[in-house]
Nanobody
Framework: VQLVESGGGLVQPGGPLRLSCAASGFPFSRLVMSWYRQAPGKERDLVATIPMAGSIIYYAESVKSPFTISSDNAKNTVYLQMNSLKPEETAVYYC?????????WGQGTQVTVSS
């Protein structure tokens, strides 16, 4: 499976940003897709997870309110809508899916929250 993220960039504190992750090479409807983020010098942390088949969506406690994960099955794409961004949320954001217990990652997209 190939994952390609887009949508990162520079945003002011309190502003919104929407990330996209396009998947190919595997039946999209069978995937469980996640967004992770890794700040400089820190571990990569799970942000949110959405199954393409099913309705249970998971959010990390720290992002529950301002972030929304969604999918467009017709476009094989997962989105992460981020609102009320804070400077400490500056990180590289990665798209992830596990297939046969093997992690598959996109290249990451940089999100910088700064005035």
């Amino acid at each position: 499976v190939q994952l390609v993220e887009s949508g990162g960039g520079l945003v002011q504190p309190g502003g919104p940003l929407r990330l996209s992750c396009a998947a190919s090479g595997f039946p999209f409807s069978r995937l469980v897709m996640s967004w992770y983020r890794q700040a400089p010098g820190k571990e990569r942390d799970l942000v949110a997870t959405i199954p393409m088949a099913g309705s249970i969506i998971y959010y990390a406690e720290s992002v529950k309110s301002p972030f929304t994960i969604s999918s467009d099955n017709a476009k094989n794409t997962v989105y992460l809508q981020m609102n009320s961004l804070k400077p400490e949320e500056t990180a590289v954001y990665y798209c992830n899916t596990q297939i046969f217990r093997s992690d598959n990652w996109g290249q990451g997209t940089q999100v910088t929250v700064s005035s």
